[in-house]
């Protein structure tokens, strides 16, 4: 690609670099009075928690494949929103270990914030490429970038639904590969491998949906662009093929252990009513009337009417993105719309995924395509009709709006309860509509060019106006965001010295996890069998959150602690630390007879199938504390009786390996409250065993009499392999990147 960045593209870029810092100054100003926050929710506690985890394993230079702080234990790597060796998550943790500071509340939204910049510009020279040679295409492409970069969409729920953000804004640079590889008659294959590397990232982000959007937009932009070619779908298959080869390589240290993972968790057992959900018919009226529920749809009143003309344009490349705005609009309806239906069992992937509405990420891109076009449009010759048409157009779209808000006004004054923030916005809109229109009227008389630049601020001043108050920022400083700091019944946990045990965070007063809630036992340091990950082992799960009652939850996973609303348990406890939180009463109880995390047990139960261990789990007449659920027969001979003396010590545990000794004169069962996962290699005495599935959700490794060493080590084979193959593949796109450098110098 040998583009020239001239004056007018440095305007541009600089006129989105002051756009977003318009929008996120109150992020980053010193000035606590002035200081806004993300909202806390998923962004605290999912993403700064399980952040906070990666930044305290990555800063002493240990990759975090376990994480056991959470759902009882989880593979932290394999976690798709753990996004644990995204590469631009390893540069946030670099740069602020480099200038010494600490995870915080506000570093994940300096990240987001970042990457929302990375969109708009890197969208912006997509644009810049797919109109190059045509008069206008510099304000084209910052109108159609700030369309998509703050629309209804991006600066709402993705700022704090971080991995949906952070996979999104890699799809520029997916399509600009696309589009290089295939504007010249000979293919050039260096571009799509970039094209790849692109949706590679995507996929590392952490949100799979999103990632699979791309994909699929991805290979449908492929094809069109391959399909004026003789040997079209040669040519289809080898791109498609070069760019999923290379977007596997990229992300295979990622992709490998999660599809291991996914098929392990209860996520796996959602049906069509849980993924069917989507956009109603009705919130099609969020285009020209945001904020009266939520508006991911808008793209403002300004770009809606420049869309409309793009797609009115002359010209192949807007039928694709008039089919994707279309395809992408009916599939964020979801159930609603028979062809979410029709496709469910036919298109591939699409029965994983729940959240239809997020298919709106491609009418996003899609919008922006057409808004570059609309203002190109504006720009072209016209006959005295055409121009008489547009200009006739736009004054119908702005008296239209203009009655709309007249008639909102006069039900406003005639119904005392009627919806304020209507008005407000059918104002907003009849305002922007009354000025673009006269701005488009007035550059078709005159094609002076400072006309196109006010219209083009004035698509970026509305988007502004209206998403500037975005419900996901809210002004609590950073100091001020106390969720950071453990409370003190939390304090009272940390100060137990106790080698290893859980807690159960519970469901305080609406909030999973400790509180405040959310996955804070990996922020913390303490070991929480619940969390709110997406992701839950389906096991762990159905004891922890779904069937089994709370008391046989705290037997199975060791727990020791639980956080409470009430002063009381259904088993024996005594309340040692109490706190108010969210206004009421929040106590911490220790659990008289807790069971430990390695116990050493001398009668089992052998029962195949996780299901039918939970039911004799459940019996109120089973003691599991003295028998264990094998799902395997141990082929032990067990006496039944506990000998004296007999005792398991846990005497070294990290996150991936952990040690216990155990003695014992009778053959026994070694019951570890860990979770039964692939990739866990134990060693007795040095020799390799294999620890039997227990309860339908940990292990046990029975042993024989005697004193013994048992090691529990993490070394799971998806991820060395994924490891592997990113390694070689990231290698060879860098050789690929210096190739191309050196041979560009040489011309």
């Known amino acids: 690609m040998n583009i020239k960045v001239n004056r007018a593209d440095a305007y541009a870029v600089l006129a989105l670099a002051i756009v977003w810092l318009v929008f996120f100054w109150r992020i980053f100003t010193p000035n606590i009075n002035d200081q806004a926050t993300f909202i806390e929710g998923d962004y605290f506690g999912q993403f700064v928690t399980f952040g906070a985890y990666q930044y305290q394993r990555l800063s002493t230079g240990e990759i975090p494949l376990w994480n056991p702080y959470n759902n009882g234990g989880l593979p932290f790597l394999a976690d798709t929103q753990s996004a644990a060796l995204y590469p631009p998550r390893l540069l946030t943790i670099a740069l602020t270990n480099l200038t010494g500071g600490a995870w915080t509340y506000s570093t994940l939204q300096n990240e987001v914030a970042f990457h929302l910049l990375f969109y708009t510009l890197v969208l912006y020279a997509f644009l810049r490429r797919l109109l190059r040679h045509m008069h206008g295409g510099h304000p084209a492409a910052f ?53 790849g590397l692109g949706l590679g990232l995507s996929w590392m982000a952490g949100h799979p949906q999103t990632a699979w959007f791309a994909t699929y937009l991805a290979i449908a932009y492929v094809v069109w662009r391959m399909w004026p070619r003789p040997d079209r779908w040669r040519m289809s298959v080898l791109g498609i093929g070069l760019l999923g080869v290379v977007t596997l390589g990229v992300t295979a240290v ?69 089919g994707a705005l279309g395809t992408g609009l009916v599939l964020s309806l979801g159930g609603n719309s028979a062809m979410y239906h029709a496709l ?56 239209f709006v203009a009655v709309v808000a007249a008639g909102v006004f006069l ?12 008005l407000e916005q059918a104002f907003i809109t009849a305002f922007f509509v009354l000025v673009a229109s006269g701005l488009v009227v007035r ?3 005159t094609k002076h060019t400072i006309i196109i630049v006010l219209l083009v601020a004035l698509v970026a001043f509305e988007l502004l106006t209206v998403n500037i108050r975005t419900d996901v920022i809210e002004p609590i400083p950073v100091a001020r965001r106390g ?28 909030f999973i996890g400790i509180p405040p809630g959310g996955n804070t036992g990996s922020l913390f340091g303490v070991r929480d069998m619940r969390g709110i990950s997406p992701l839950f082992l389906d096991g762990a799960h ?27 348990l259904a088993v024996p406890s005594r309340i040692v630390a109490e706190n108010m939180f969210l206004q009421m009463p929040l106590y911490l109880h220790q659990l008289e007879n807790p069971r430990p995390f390695v116990h050493l047990v001398y009668d089992y139960e052998v029962i195949t199938g996780d299901a039918f261990a939970r039911q004799l789990l459940a019996d109120a007449r089973f003691d599991s504390r003295e028998v264990i659920i094998l799902a395997d027969d141990p082929m032990l001979e067990v006496s039944g ?72 080590r993490y070394i799971p084979l998806s991820f060395w392999v994924g490891a592997g193959l990113s390694l070689v593949t990231w290698a060879g796109l860098a050789i690929l990147g210096l190739w191309q450098i050196f041979k560009h110098r040489r011309l």
Request: hydrophobic share 50%.
């Open 443 to 445: 550059f078709l008389q």
């Open 411 to 422: 039900l406003s004054a005639t119904m005392p309860d009627f919806n304020g923030a209507l």
């Open 344 to 399: 469910y069992n036919v298109v591939p992937g699409l029965s994983f995924f729940r959240g239809q509405e997020r298919a709106v990420l491609i009418v996003v891109n899609a919008v922006a395509v057409l808004v570059a076009f609309g203002v190109i449009r504006l720009h072209e010759e016209f006959t005295i009709s055409q121009n008489a048409d547009v200009q006739r157009g736009w004054r119908l779209y702005a008296a």
């Open 483 to 510: 969720v950071m700091r453990p409370m003190p019944v939390v304090n009272h946990v940390l100060n137990d010295d106790e080698l290893a045990f859980r807690v159960d965070g519970g469901i305080v007063h609406g």
């Open 542 to 568: 159905a004891i922890i959150q779904r069937e089994s009652p709370v008391q046989v939850a705290w037997e199975v996973f060791a727990v020791k602690y639980v956080f409470s609303e009430f002063p009381s």
């Open 143 to 195: 109108a159609g970038a700030v369309t998509a970069g703050y629309g209804g969409l991006m600066i709402s729920y993705p700022l704090v639904q971080v991995a949906l953000l952070e996979a999104a804004v890699w799809i520029p640079l997916v399509l600009l590969g696309i589009l290089e590889a295939t504007r010249h008659e000979r293919i050039r294959w260096s571009w799509l491998a970039f094209g």
């Open 641 to 712: 009786q506990r000998p004296d003396e007999a005792q398991a010590i846990l005497t070294e545990y990290t996150p991936e390996q952990f040690s216990i000794t155990a003695s014992t004169a009778e053959a026994a069962i070694l019951s570890v409250a860990h979770v039964d996962y692939p990739g866990w290699q134990v060693t007795l005495n040095g020799q390799s065993v294999t620890p039997i599935r227990a309860y339908g959700a940990v292990v046990g490794v029975p042993l024989p009499a005697g004193e013994h060493v048992i090691v529990f």
């Open 254 to 322: 990622h992709f490998l252990p999660g599809l291991e993972y996914l098929s392990l968790t209860m996520r796996t057992g959602l049906g069509f009513d849980e993924k069917a959900g989507g956009f109603l018919f009705q919130d099609v009226t969020m285009m020209l009337y945001p904020r009266l529920t939520w508006s991911p749809l808008y793209m403002g009143v300004v770009g809606l009417g420049l869309a409309v003309l793009g797609a009115l344009r002359t010209g192949r490349e807007r039928w694709f993105w008039i």
